[in-house]
């Protein structure tokens, strides 16, 4: 027996929306129950390759006036560099005046014009463009009113003014994603949004050219609970204080600790990877802070963040990577770091810093190496550390086992002035 058949209508439309719409026309020849079920899937995604593309175009046409869902949760579009501008416009029309909610363009290096009506949309939620060059996007008359996520994934405009228009165009905004490459078209990209809470920036270093100064960032929008910054290449960035900042992720080649002036202060769990110059003056205190993750490559800046992190609780060392979705990991690759073995002036100072005395509950290291400066510091720690609980150390994978039993006998020997810390060794 068909014990797919037996499920409930709803939970069919839910699983035909999650494959190729061309695939889930196909399941119409299974029964007759099955005959026009495609027609009220309300997610439709369709891949337009470069063969063809006529009679993909055609196809296209004929399920989207096909399609009777009341309502058209959602249309992702794969388009060939060869698809038809006109195409496009019509069935980006025909998915506004069924209430589309989500819309995505994916168009590999290519122009993509958009009809104007979508810069009006009532009903779009979330706009994904991915991999395209945006034109004749209007500077005025941009609205819309529901919109709560923009994921702009490598894809440029042809000025920073462009940019300024879209998003003063997005009153309700909460999500902004931003991938881009150096070579990039957009100089400064200027986020102005009140209403925004989540922001990531990736900038992918492409080629060898020189950034010039005009190159970067200027943030503003205070109500944000969640940054991330990833930058290969370095650039200015401008920000207002976030007083409602819970999380923060922060990767840049040189750490000018003046660009984070008091911004960051507010966070609870912070990571960085910020080389130096350091400017103590610049740190400010992060008095809510509990969790902190430590790039290997950042040692430096480890005693001067203790000083100003008075309840934290949990300190992770780890090799910096940014906390984007696996859909941005597939397009960049992996971060790659230089790896500091300096850090020894914060750990001789007499004065012990106060978060090791009253919170800090757990130390752990991922990647551990077993060099001098790391000894030293996971020493540091299980010595001045009076509240600790555990400290866990993971080593790298690639060394063997008589190393690994070598560090571990090593820091089990270190002195603890906590009786309740427990030593992991992975």
Same mark, same amino acid.
């Given at each position: 027996?068909?014990?797919?058949?037996?499920?409930?209508?709803?939970?069919?439309?839910?699983?035909?929306?999650?494959?190729?719409?061309?695939?889930?026309?196909?399941?119409? @020849?299974?029964?007759?129950?099955?005959?026009? !079920?495609?027609?009220?899937?309300?997610?439709?995604?369709?891949?337009?390759?470069?063969?063809?593309?006529?009679?993909?175009?055609?196809?296209?046409?004929?399920?989207? !006036?096909?399609?009777?869902?009341?309502?058209?949760?959602?249309?992702?579009?794969?388009?060939?560099?060869?698809?038809?501008?006109?195409?496009?416009?019509?069935?980006?029309?025909?998915?506004?005046?069924?209430?589309?909610?989500?819309?995505?363009?994916?168009?590999?290096?290519?122009?993509?014009?958009?009809?104007? &009506?979508?810069?009006? %949309?009532?009903?779009?939620?979330?706009?994904?463009?991915?991999?395209?060059?945006?034109?004749?996007?209007?500077?005025?008359?941009?609205?819309?009113?529901?919109?709560?996520?923009?994921?702009?994934?490598?894809?440029?405009?042809?000025?920073?003014?462009?940019?300024?228009?879209?998003? %003063?165009?997005?009153?309700? @905004?909460?999500?902004?994603?931003?991938?881009?490459?150096?070579?990039?078209?957009?100089?400064?990209?200027?986020?102005?949004?009140?209403?925004?809470?989540?922001?990531?920036?990736?900038?992918?270093?492409?080629?060898?050219?020189?950034?010039?100064?005009?190159?970067?960032?200027?943030?503003?929008?205070?109500?944000?609970?969640?940054?991330?910054?990833? &930058?290969?290449?370095?650039?200015?960035?401008?920000?207002?204080?976030?007083?409602?900042?819970?999380?923060?992720?922060?990767?840049?080649?040189?750490?000018?600790?003046?660009?984070?002036?008091?911004?960051?202060?507010?966070?609870?769990?912070? &990571?960085? %990877?910020?080389?130096?110059? @350091?400017?103590?003056?610049?740190?400010?205190?992060?008095?809510?802070?509990?969790?902190?993750?430590?790039?290997?490559?950042?040692?430096?800046?480890?005693?001067?963040?203790?000083?100003?992190?008075?309840?934290?609780?949990?300190?992770?060392?780890? !090799?910096?990577?940014?906390?984007?979705?696996?859909?941005?990991?597939?397009?960049?690759?992996?971060?790659?770091?230089?790896?500091?073995?300096?850090?020894?002036?914060?750990?001789?100072?007499?004065?012990?810093?106060?978060?090791?005395?009253?919170?800090?509950?757990?130390?752990?290291?991922?990647?551990?190496?077993?060099?001098?400066?790391?000894?030293?510091?996971?020493?540091?720690?299980?010595?001045?550390?009076?509240?600790?609980?555990?400290? #866990?150390?993971?080593?790298?994978? &690639?060394?063997?086992?008589?190393?690994?039993?070598?560090?571990? !006998?090593?820091?089990?020997?270190?002195?603890?002035?906590? #009786?309740? %810390?427990?030593?992991?060794?992975?």
């Amino acid at each position: 027996m068909d014990r797919i058949s037996l499920l409930p209508e709803d939970l069919i439309l839910k699983i035909l929306s999650s494959v190729p719409t061309k695939f889930s026309v196909t399941t119409s @020849l299974l029964s007759k129950r099955w005959c026009y !079920l495609w027609k009220h899937v309300p997610k439709l995604l369709f891949y337009l390759g470069h063969s063809d593309s006529q009679r993909a175009s055609r196809l296209v046409h004929t399920f989207l !006036l096909l399609n009777k869902a009341p309502v058209l949760e959602s249309m992702h579009l794969s388009l060939g560099q060869n698809g038809s501008s006109i195409d496009i416009d019509t069935w980006t029309r025909v998915a506004i005046s069924r209430s589309v909610r989500n819309l995505l363009y994916f168009r590999f290096s290519a122009t993509l014009r958009l009809p104007r &009506s979508l810069y009006t %949309c009532e009903t779009l939620v979330t706009l994904t463009l991915i991999a395209a060059i945006i034109v004749d996007v209007p500077l005025t008359n941009i609205c819309f009113p529901s919109l709560k996520a923009l994921i702009l994934l490598f894809v440029d405009f042809l000025s920073d003014e462009i940019v300024s228009s879209l998003l %003063c165009g997005c009153p309700v @905004l909460t999500e902004l994603n931003v991938s881009r490459f150096s070579n990039a078209r957009v100089k400064t990209f200027t986020v102005f949004v009140p209403s925004l809470q989540c922001l990531t920036i990736i900038d992918i270093k492409k080629g060898s050219q020189a950034q010039g100064d005009d190159v970067g960032f200027v943030i503003k929008a205070p109500s944000l609970n969640s940054l991330t910054i990833y &930058s290969e290449f370095s650039w200015f960035c401008s920000l207002v204080k976030m007083p409602y900042l819970v999380k923060a992720n922060v990767k840049l080649p040189h750490g000018d600790s003046k660009k984070f002036k008091g911004c960051l202060t507010s966070a609870k769990h912070l &990571s960085l %990877c910020l080389q130096p110059p @350091l400017d103590p003056s610049h740190i400010g205190v992060f008095d809510q802070l509990v969790s902190l993750n430590l790039c290997t490559c950042s040692l430096d800046w480890c005693g001067l963040i203790l000083r100003h992190t008075p309840k934290l609780r949990v300190l992770r060392f780890v !090799l910096f990577r940014a906390n984007v979705s696996p859909k941005i990991v597939n397009i960049i690759k992996k971060c790659r770091m230089s790896y500091g073995d300096s850090i020894t002036q914060w750990e001789q100072t007499s004065h012990v810093p106060q978060c090791l005395i009253s919170s800090l509950k757990t130390v752990e290291w991922i990647d551990y190496q077993g060099r001098e400066s790391e000894k030293k510091t996971v020493m540091y720690f299980l010595k001045n550390s009076t509240q600790l609980k555990k400290v #866990s150390i993971r080593s790298l994978a &690639s060394i063997n086992l008589n190393e690994k039993h070598k560090m571990l !006998l090593e820091l089990a020997s270190a002195q603890r002035i906590s #009786s309740e %810390c427990r030593l992991l060794f992975t």
